[in-house]
């Protein structure tokens, strides 16, 4: 009798064990967002933690970095490539349940080009002229000059829709049409986010999610291995990657990501508006030495801004190999054989802080006294890239394909280069793919000998998670922890 029960017992475990699977997860990370608009700021915490989860475009990137619809649900290209026709899903609200129609659409895409926008790829949507409401399931866009990149710009953060009514808090309060709203900012903490009952889309299978914020890699080791998170998207700490590997209550996720690792230079501040200086800066950096040390191992050195694993990137690290006898030679050259003052500028991340001091020590080499100055995101997002007051710095630009910023003589690091604009705007309107893979590797090389930045490694994707969870993605197409698919498995 007693078998039978335990049998009995069993079998009804087994056919209703989604009764008892989790729907809750809490997702560590490294950086917390300056506010929560992705509109309106370059820092992609932000998108971290509400792409894909709380905001939507008219399309979005896949794990995979393919662009898919999103908000639209299909669309007409004209001949010649000047309006893009945008049919709009059905039934969808925002999360105060009010209508997400082509006036959003319209309201979103003007704002971005409004004289005042403080968004960070402003750049990217310039050629935008007009933007019409046919009816409210349907918006044409028309462009000034074709513009091949139209569907890849609109599925960065930047472009997501958001609605007049709520835009006045978003930066508090964010307002989407994702699966997830929006509930709990408790800054210096978390932020939670928790199912929308009215989504139009595929229903989430987690109920609640809740994004903790751990800067210090120690810390980091010591909530993931006491369990008190669930992931950690981002690891600071690959040094202690081996230990997850070989304890079975973990899974190790490495991938790519579209993060091209640079030591931005002020390309305008003496005596960085020296191209030979910039030049001796980039033969002076030993990259092994720098991936081994920060990163121990994990990252692939580059020689200009560009993704190793996009088919048109060129290997261009002998540009800039490391050669210190060069390094002095150029510096002797431009005036300064004893080399100069400046200032490094390092945010929180692992590879800023732990390759700052790498990197500050091998420019020693050659003379070149950089004074290491710590600072917050909030600090680095106000000084470094809005004020452009520093020397140097350490960031990694993890927006997709983004070589155009160094079109751009406003973008922080100040590189203004007209042949390298006009090389920019033909590649925009360029649509022939063989053509445009030319026009990249002609990019690429610009820049590249230009010294503008010290191009370091492409950022892996390091993530460390339960075993029982499916559904992350392992590579970043997009700097985002889309949690859209995500589940506890069997």
């Known amino acids: 009798m007693l078998k039978k029960l335990i049998m009995t017992t069993a079998i009804l475990v087994l056919s209703t064990g989604n009764l008892w699977a989790k729907t809750d997860i809490t997702v560590a990370l490294q950086l917390e967002p300056p506010h929560l608009d992705p509109t309106s700021a370059a820092a992609g915490a932000i998108d971290s933690v509400l792409y894909s989860n709380v905001f939507e475009g008219l ?24 309006s893009y026709t945008f049919t709009l899903r ?11 129609d082509a006036e959003d659409v319209k309201f979103s895409l003007i704002r971005i080009l409004a004289e005042d926008s403080a968004n960070a790829q402003k750049a990217l949507y310039s050629a935008i002229t007009s933007v019409e409401v046919v009816d409210p399931d349907t918006v044409k866009v028309t462009l000034s000059e ?63 999610a809740t994004f903790k914020f751990i800067s210090d890699p120690t810390a980091a080791f010591a909530a993931m291995m006491a369990e008190d998170i669930d992931v950690f998207s981002g690891f600071p700490a690959p040094e202690n990657l081996p230990q997850f590997e070989a304890d079975p209550r973990f899974q190790v996720l490495v991938g790519s990501t579209e993060g091209e690792t640079i ?40 020689g200009t801004h ?58 020693a080499e050659v003379g070149i006294k950089a004074q290491i100055i710590n600072v917050e995101w909030a600090q680095w997002l106000e000084t470094v890239f809005r004020g452009k007051n520093f020397g140097l710095t350490i960031v990694s630009h993890t927006e997709p394909m983004d070589i155009g910023i160094y079109a751009n003589p406003d973008y922080y690091f100040q590189y203004d280069n007209p042949n390298f604009q006009d090389l920019i705007k033909t590649l925009n309107k360029t649509t022939d793919p063989k053509t445009r893979a030319t026009l990249m590797g002609d990019a ?17 994707q390091l993530s460390v998670a339960k075993a029982e969870i499916k559904g992350l993605w392992s590579n970043a197409p997009t700097q985002a922890t889309d949690l859209t698919n995500v589940s506890w498995g069997e």
């Open 59 to 82: 399309t979005r990137f896949t794990s995979d970095g393919a662009i898919v619809p999103g908000l639209a649900s299909s669309w007409v290209i004209s001949d010649d490539g000047l």
């Open 444 to 460: 690429q090389r610009i820049i590249s000998e230009d010294a503008v930045n010290g191009y370091l490694f492409q950022l892996a």
């Open 263 to 302: 030591l931005s230079t002020n390309n305008k501040q003496a005596p960085f508006n020296d191209v030979r200086v910039r030049q001796a800066l980039a033969h002076a950096i030993n990259r092994e030495e720098i991936i081994d040390g920060a990163m121990f191992g994990y990252g692939t050195p580059i």
């Open 90 to 100: 059905n039934g969808v609200t925002f999360h105060d349940g009010t209508t997400m």
């Open 146 to 208: 074709a513009n091949g990149n139209l569907l890849f710009n609109l599925a960065w953060g930047d472009a997501v829709i958001v609605a007049p009514e709520s835009i006045e808090n978003i930066k508090q309060t964010p307002i989407g049409t994702g699966p997830f709203k929006f509930d709990l900012w408790n800054q210096g903490d978390r932020i939670e986010l928790s199912a929308y009952g009215g989504y139009w889309g595929k229903t989430p299978a987690l109920n609640k």
């Open 306 to 363: 560009f993704a190793p694993h996009n088919p048109a990137y060129i290997d261009l690290t002998n540009d800039s190999s490391f050669n210190l006898d060069k390094a002095r030679s150029l510096l002797t050259e431009a005036g300064m054989p004893d080399g100069f003052e400046t200032t490094l500028h390092l945010p929180p991340p692992s590879y800023a802080r732990r390759g700052g001091e790498i990197i500050a020590a091998q420019l």
